[in-house]
């Protein structure tokens, strides 16, 4: 009966110690969750619309939960098709704390683009409820600059949505919201086209503000002065 006992305790051994070389050999195949762990706990920091010529600027900050395969598809946004975001944002929100921060144009014209976007960031991690535990976080952001006014450990990451698995989650969810808020807008002013260029200054776009005006609290100023006076310059020659 011993030898069966030893048996069965060397095959469920065996059993153990498959299943976590199988995990162990998912979480090598992701670089992205290699560099985050690098950090030990961390919060992905990443925002969107931070170019275009209407609506806010959306930020977001996430924490992973638990570290799972269906993680593995999550990259930089703007690689991935729209389609593909909307599914990985389910998942991201299933996966990860999550917290989004926004700054309306009024803040953007106000503050400019780039105090906005640090605004939108800190309120972002503020309303982050993993922050209450007593773990210290390490804040990686995408972009080369530091959160402006934010207390606390920090690292920007040059192209980090696509080097850090946490700020790619945060690239998604901030892109994914605005997207949604830019739809919702286009529901408001359809003669727009919202849903299409999500405010960026494309042709259609700068041809609808130049047709039919900009809107208020929609279009921001500072943006829109550059884009019309290039387009006079244009006209002139």
Known sequence: SNELFLSHFI???????????????????????????????????????????????????????EYSEELDEINDSKKLTEKKREKLYDIIMKNFDVAVGISTVEEIDKLNILNADFLAMRRALKDLKSLKNEKEYTVLVDGNLKIKEYIGKQL???????????????????????????????????????????GYGTKTHIEAIKDKGAIEGVHRKVFLRKILETEEEKTKW
Request: no cysteine; net charge negative; glycine share 6%.
């Open 11 to 65: 095959t469920f051994v065996n059993i153990i110690n498959f299943f976590i070389a199988t995990i162990m050999e998912e979480v090598m195949d992701n670089p992205l969750y290699l560099y985050d762990l690098e950090y030990k706990n961390v919060i992905g920091v990443d925002e969107a619309g931070r170019g275009p010529l209407a609506g806010p600027v959306v930020a977001a900050a996430v924490i992973l939960k």
């Open 156 to 198: 920007p990451i040059v192209k980090g949505d696509a080097k850090s698995l946490s700020i790619a989650a945060a690239s998604i969810i901030a892109k994914v919201t605005r997207d949604r808020l830019m739809k919702d807008l286009a529901n408001i002013y359809p003669d727009y086209s919202f849903e299409k260029h999500k």
